[in-house]
């Protein structure tokens, strides 16, 4: 069952405040069968409206990524990776530092392969999970570079 697991990533990824409100989003099939049939993604159960009508394309891209991770979650076991191709072209910065923490504190086990075209996005991902102690190791296809920053900082608690 996906539900529950889209939920809580829905939820911690779609904010809408920068106190982290997440919105959370359900997956509903009208017709109210075991089998689902015709998907919607609603913000309530007792809502039929499709949330995709009237989401930004960035929210929409968090949607997106939500539903593959808690597809990650309940069935893969066997994969070690996961890679994602600049999943944050579209976020705003909110929603790009909640998809961070998810990565960081609920697939810790794997090794997360991203893809950005943006600095600033590998300089704040590198920068929350040196933070936190977490290895990085940055790629550079266009420059044919590749180095491991260290973390050189002490971080207060």
Known sequence: MITIPFYLYSGK??????????????IKDP???????????VSN????HDILNTMSSGQISAVVIALTLALHRVYSTKFSSILIDDPVQTMDDINMSSLVEVLRNDFREKQIILSTHEDKVTR??????????????IINIMQRKEYTPSNKYLYGS
Do not use: C, M, P
Not at 32 to 40: M, P, Q, S, T
Not at 45 to 48: E, G
Not at 124 to 137: A, M, P, Q, R, S
């Open 13 to 26: 990824i779609l904010q809408t405040h920068q106190a982290g409100l997440g919105q959370g989003i359900f």
């Open 31 to 41: 017709t109210g069968e075991d089998e689902l049939k015709n998907v919607r993604l």
């Open 45 to 48: 159960w007792d809502s039929d």
């Open 124 to 137: 704040y991902f590198t920068y929350k999970y040196l933070k936190h102690n977490e290895g990085v190791k």
